[in-house]
Nanobody, 119 residues
Framework: QVQLVESGGGLVQPGGSLRLSCAAS????????MRWYRQAPGKERELVAA????????NYLDSVKGRFAISRDNAKNTVYLQMNSLKPEDTAVYYC????????????WGQGTQVTVSS
């Protein structure tokens, strides 16, 4: 069965850093675009970052550009989100998403990991 398991969330002070990981199984990881979404309480889910299957093409939410970096290791079936210079506005549940760019009905979600940025 398909699984996406996020880890690395927690409490961090403003200006700090955190690295999220998402371990994938049950599908051909290297064929999928990988994405990180986040959802803060009372707000809609938003796309934070995406990375194409080969790990070259990336896209970011404007508010995280220059602070966050998405990467992937296809040999480990894992996608990462390095988050630097964290702000309280980054507080949210972060979700890992796998999306097939051709067979677009194939889409999978992780359970989410909480990131809290606070003093």
């Amino acid at each position: 069965q398909v699984q996406l398991v996020e880890s690395g969330g927690g409490l961090v002070q403003p200006g700090g850093s955190l690295r999220l990981s998402c371990a994938a199984s049950g599908f051909t990881f290297s064929s999928y675009t990988m994405r990180w979404y986040r959802q803060a309480p009372g707000k809609e889910r938003e796309l934070v970052a995406a990375i194409a299957s080969a790990g070259i093409q990336t896209n970011y939410l404007d508010s995280v550009k220059g602070r966050f970096a998405i990467s992937r290791d296809n040999a480990k079936n894992t996608v990462y989100l390095q988050m630097n210079s964290l702000k309280p506005e980054d507080t949210a549940v972060y979700y890992c998403n796998a999306y097939h760019p051709i067979f677009r009905q194939r889409e999978y979600w992780g359970q989410g990991t909480q990131v809290t940025v606070s003093s």
